[in-house]
């Protein structure tokens, strides 16, 4: 039996033994056959995306968030992606990404992360089946430095729709609550902002840049040992936007499960498939963990803030 990793008092990454990962595997769904959308609802599906697709459900789906392997070289957990020509990743695409195209609702939108390796395919493999919106530049502020090159601390994630004219879109959700630096009055009161007992602040619409984002790591409670995980309040942004509540968010590259946890923290259904049965296991206990707490860093009473300006 695997032993749990000894970790300094703080570090809050999430621990999972073999005694839980039992258990926790008896809560993981399997698909053989065609299911309805109704056998989906709030499911971790372990299994492989490429195998399972084809029995799952058309036009279920209203929000679909995809983090794929990026065009590097990276091993999950023993499973391992090699980096390819730009050209066979851009293939490898289109093996997976028109499938899921029939999964979603007409009025769904879909998000797509990469970083700048694989960028420009995501943008040809999105256009050539969807309506591609906008695209999303977030600050990842962890990362190596770079001797002879520019340190890599920017990810993209391309927005995209079915159908331009009829779809979700909630701005008042993910407005961000900004300090305000050059407070202006207009006849004596404040123009635009708020003077609260906590400073000057400003709910600012948001941009395409995005700024405010912190990776997860060791000291917060969300963070777990996967390779590329995204952070909570990232998936947060996308899910109150772009997905009404009681809707279907869906992500076919579950990892550890952090589209599905924050889905069920902001009352949203949730499906997700993973082919490891470790990382399917990691996003089960951390779903148990957020029937209690559904605390996302960073978001708090309705509002994101800006990073390190809410009051403590």
């Known amino acids: 039996m695997a032993l749990l990793k000894q970790r300094a008092p703080r570090n809050q990454t999430l621990q999972v033994s073999e005694v839980e990962m039992y258990e926790l595997e008896k809560k993981l769904a399997t698909i053989t056959a065609p299911v309805s959308a ?3 609802i709030n499911t971790t599906i372990q299994g492989n995306l490429f195998e399972i697709v084809e029995y799952l459900p058309s036009e279920f789906v ?6 794929p392997p990026y065009n590097l070289s990276r091993n999950f957990a023993g499973m391992k992606f090699k980096q390819m020509k730009d050209n066979d990743y851009l293939e490898y695409l289109e093996t997976w990404f028109p499938k899921l195209i029939r999964l979603l609702k007409p009025t769904a939108s879909l998000y797509l992360c990469g970083d700048w390796k694989n960028t420009s395919a995501l943008y040809t493999v999105m256009d050539k089946y969807l309506t591609v919106m906008n695209r999303i530049t977030w600050q990842r502020e962890k990362g190596r430095g770079a001797v ?3 340190k890599n601390s920017m990810e993209d994630i391309w927005f995209a729709v079915r159908d331009p004219k009829n779809y979700y879109f909630n701005v ?3 407005k961000i609550r900004r300090k305000v630096l050059a407070p202006y009055k207009q006849d004596g009161k404040p123009k635009d902002w708020q003077d609260t007992e906590d400073g000057k602040f400003r709910m600012t619409h948001p941009s395409n840049f995005w700024d405010d984002i912190t990776v997860p790591y060791w000291s917060m409670p969300e ?3 996967h390779p590329t995980q995204k952070p909570e309040k990232l998936i947060a942004k996308l899910i109150l936007a772009s997905c009404p509540e009681g809707g279907m968010v869906f992500d076919p590259f579950l990892g550890s499960g952090t589209t599905s946890v924050v889905a069920k923290k902001s009352g949203r259904n949730y499906c997700g498939i993973e082919i490891n049965r470790e990382y399917a ?3 089960e206990k951390r779903l148990e963990k957020a029937t209690a707490d559904k ?4 978001f708090s009473d309705g509002v994101f803030w800006e990073r390190n300006s809410k009051p403590s």
């Open 62 to 67: 209203d929000l679909m968030i995809i983090d």
């Open 148 to 150: 002879a090159n520019w």
């Open 172 to 174: 008042e959700a993910v």
């Open 295 to 298: 605390t996302i860093q960073g």
């Open 281 to 283: 296991c990691w996003a």
């Open 223 to 225: 963070n777990t040992d």
């Open 38 to 40: 109704s056998e989906l």
